[in-house]
């Protein structure tokens, strides 16, 4: 998600890079924790449709499901950006080019997560 908006929107992602650089203060709040929050509400709705539609356990809290939905997703754009951060670091200087990154390369790192999410990190 993070890295899909920071293709579609360099400015605003521009912007948010050096805001997230920043620690919390009376003039900017805690920005990081209201964004997670506000993912986890995103995704809550959605979490329960599933539920209701056997797609998802439905004995599972759909507030901590959204939750590892976030952290998930904010764990695969950290690793991009710490793995490949002077490519990052670059697009982020010059917003009006954009940042372009491999959708190959996301797709995959998303498949390793899904995959660790259902089987575990356990040797069986």
């Known amino acids: 998600v993070g890295l899909q908006f920071m293709k579609e929107k360099p400015r605003y992602s521009h912007f948010l890079y050096n805001v997230s650089q920043e620690r919390n203060s009376k003039e900017l709040g805690d920005i990081m924790q209201e964004s997670r929050k506000r993912g986890m509400e995103a995704f809550i709705p959605q979490i329960k449709a599933y539920q209701a539609a056997g797609q998802l356990n439905p004995e599972m809290d759909?507030?901590?499901?959204?939750?590892?939905?976030?952290?998930?997703?904010?764990?695969?754009?950290?690793?991009?950006?710490?793995?490949?951060?002077?490519?990052?670091?670059?697009?982020?200087?010059?917003?009006?080019?954009?940042?372009?990154?491999?959708?190959?390369?996301?797709?995959?790192?998303?498949?390793?997560v899904i995959t660790i999410l259902k089987g575990g990190i356990g040797a069986n």
């Open 62 to 112: 759909p507030e901590i499901m959204a939750m590892m939905i976030v952290q998930a997703s904010t764990g695969i754009s950290e690793y991009i950006l710490l793995k490949y951060k002077e490519g990052f670091e670059e697009a982020i200087q010059k917003p009006s080019q954009g940042f372009d990154f491999p959708e190959a390369v996301i797709e995959e790192l998303v498949n390793n």
